[in-house]
């Protein structure tokens, strides 16, 4: 019967890669560290959204100008957005629609990336979605390659420390869908001046040059809401992000 019968494949395909961080000055327990090491065995048994695949899972080091080079050969390891891919046999298509696919086995999909950062705030009590990120580096202390910056640029060609990146992403929709899901989520439009921002900046910067989509997100400590519910809401934050990409003709 060949490929009879078999679902046409999306007319575009998301590529999520999420990253988080390592432990830091006052946090001995990162919780990204740990949903990060966990999410894509958790994606595995619970599905990914339809049209979608895991490209990586990533957990930085907290620091920034030592930490730039990693960071941009990571921002630059997916392919571009505007990658063509080979038509889906009938399993390459269950895959897809499992949220399992090679990516390099699909011509005629145009493919997104989306590059979802996650950060701790130890003293918060919800779910933080960062509308933007500021051109500055003022850390509070030290990050852990020793470099401690105050109200300098991040990328001094982009001018002034005042010069604000934003996400393409509807954030208050997502606030909204999260919300009827029932996490504890709010949004924010200032994500610090830390390492958080700085890699914010960075990811921005270079999404908005490649073609790309970048979005961060900060979560508490677990003994405000423990390991499994911050998995629970990643999984959650996929399907909504996949939802309004795929549906709302973002791409």
């Not at 390492?195 to 003994?223: D, E, K």
């Not at 519910?229 to 990643?234: H, P």
Request: include cysteine; charge should be negative; hydrophobic fraction near 40%.
């Amino acid at each position: 019967m060949g490929s009879e019968g078999a679902p046409p494949p999306p007319a575009s395909l998301i590529e999520f890669n999420i990253t988080g961080f390592k432990k830091f000055h006052g946090v001995v327990e990162n919780p990204t560290e740990v949903v990060v090491g966990r999410i894509e065995e958790y994606l595995r048994k619970h599905g990914m959204p339809a049209g979608t695949v895991l490209g990586s899972c990533t957990v930085l080091e907290v620091a920034g100008e030592g930490a730039l080079l990693p960071l941009m050969q990571l921002l630059s390891s997916s392919s571009s957005s505007q990658s063509v891919i080979n038509q889906p046999s009938i399993e390459t298509t269950a895959n897809l629609q499992e949220g399992k696919l090679d990516v390099s086995s699909l011509p005629n999909t145009e493919k997104k990336i989306v590059w979802v950062h996650l950060g701790v705030n130890s003293g918060a009590f919800n779910f933080t979605l960062e509308r933007r990120a500021v051109n500055e580096a003022t850390f509070r202390c030290s990050d852990e390659l020793g470099w401690q910056p105050q109200r300098i640029p991040i990328v001094a060609e982009d001018g002034p420390i005042s010069h604000i990146r934003e996400t393409t992403i509807p954030v208050r929709d997502l606030v909204t869908t999260l919300g009827k899901n029932g996490f504890d989520v709010m949004e924010s439009y200032d994500a610090g001046r830390f390492v958080c921002n700085y890699v914010y900046y960075q990811s921005l910067r270079h999404s908005a040059l490649h073609g790309n989509i970048s979005f961060f997100v900060h979560v508490p400590l677990f003994i405000m809401i423990n390991e499994e519910r911050q998995l629970e809401f990643v999984a959650a934050l996929l399907h909504a992000l996949a939802f309004q990409l795929l549906n709302q003709n973002a791409l």
